[in-house]
């Protein structure tokens, strides 16, 4: 298995992991491996290359995910993000929004991986970093035995490095989006079947993970890696515990007031480039979860940051309002 020791991701989310989510989960974990937003194949080729695939360097490791069922396209895709400096392309092949849905990818393609096989293969051959896929389980009234067997082993033997899967069903017929987040039950016991049986395969678990203690026990069930998704956007703070207890790092506080002023500086270069100060603040407000002050800080940035002409002044005058030696009851 020559696929990178990721043994901790953050999971691409449409309208959150974008380059300034990014931007600064990397100022708290150094090693665990992030994701970008879904772009769909035609945007990357013919959309604005520099606002849909540009990042900031501290980002890496980072991966592309993209969207798409067209092996040309996606390959085409893929070469111009690996020109980007990505250093893995992965296809989407869980999403079940209905604009993915109607343009025939994402979770969908569980029914095809012959098609999702070719994507791979199409891409394999016109990039040098690795190519990756992230899936659902199954979707709809498919066996989730048979339906993820089939998609792995397509994709493998096509030449995938690592296959991430949503231990969860995507129910394209009847549920929102939103829904398919929630309701499907979880099956992780699928996923480690899965990686039982392809034991020199990278395989990584995905899908209703909260803390770093559950990423722990997946890791001691025999997944190679463990994805988070809405915890680490919503409860940021825990990614500064990560490089210690997932990569054999010294242990170390972090150095918040720091952090606060890296983040104050990259978003005053954001605001000159032509941005809002909401757009880097948006992804901060769940920092200090659990700490006195962390109410108020969320007001702050939801309120001041948002306000015309905000200035990165604001970030630091919400964390005035933090006590970092206490914890908070309801504050």
């Given at each position: 298995m020559t696929y990178p020791p990721h043994r901790l991701a953050v999971a691409p989310m449409m309208d959150w992991t974008d380059r300034?989510?990014?931007?600064?989960?990397?100022?708290?974990?150094?090693?665990?491996?992030l994701y970008t937003e879904m772009v769909v194949a035609d945007a990357a080729i013919h959309g604005?290359?520099?606002r849909l695939l540009g990042f900031d360097a501290v980002e890496h490791p980072v991966a592309l995910q993209l969207g798409g069922s067209e092996p040309a396209k996606l390959a085409e895709a893929a070469a111009i993000g690996e020109g980007f400096g990505y250093g893995e392309i992965n296809l989407n092949v869980g999403c079940p929004s209905?604009?993915?849905?109607?343009?025939?990818?994402g979770a969908c393609l569980m029914r095809t991986p012959d098609l999702v096989a070719e994507c791979v293969a199409a891409m394999k051959g016109r990039v040098s970093v690795p190519v990756t896929v992230k899936c659902?389980?199954?979707?709809?009234?498919?066996d989730?035995?048979?339906a993820l067997d089939r998609l792995a082993d397509a994709v493998f033997a096509a030449g995938a490095d690592a296959l991430w899967v949503h231990a969860r069903k995507a129910w394209l017929e009847g549920l929102s989006p939103k829904e398919n987040r929630d309701i499907p039950p979880l099956d992780y016991g699928r996923v480690y079947r899965l990686k039982t049986r392809l034991s020199g395969r990278f395989v990584g678990i995905n899908g209703g993970i909260r803390t770093l203690d559950e990423a722990a026990a997946h890791l001691a069930q025999g997944v190679d890696g463990v994805m988070l998704g809405r915890a680490a956007y919503h409860e940021p703070g825990l990614l500064a515990?990560?490089?210690a207890r997932f990569y054999g790092e010294p242990a170390r506080a972090p150095d918040w007031a720091d952090i606060i002023?890296?983040?104050?500086?990259y978003s005053a270069r954001h605001i000159a480039a032509g941005g809002r100060l909401a757009h880097v603040t948006?992804?901060?407000?769940?920092?200090?979860?659990g700490l006195a002050g962390a109410r108020r800080w969320r007001q702050v940035l939801s309120t001041e940051a948002a306000r015309p002409g905000a200035g990165p002044q604001v970030l630091r005058d919400a964390f005035a309002h933090v006590r970092l030696d206490q914890r908070r009851d309801a504050a």
């Open positions: 300034h989510c990014r931007f600064f989960h990397r100022l708290l974990t150094r090693r665990a491996l604005a290359r520099a209905d604009r993915v849905q109607s343009g025939t990818f659902r389980i199954g979707v709809d009234e498919q989730v035995e048979a515990e990560v490089d002023e890296r983040m104050a500086e948006r992804h901060m407000t769940g920092l200090f979860h």
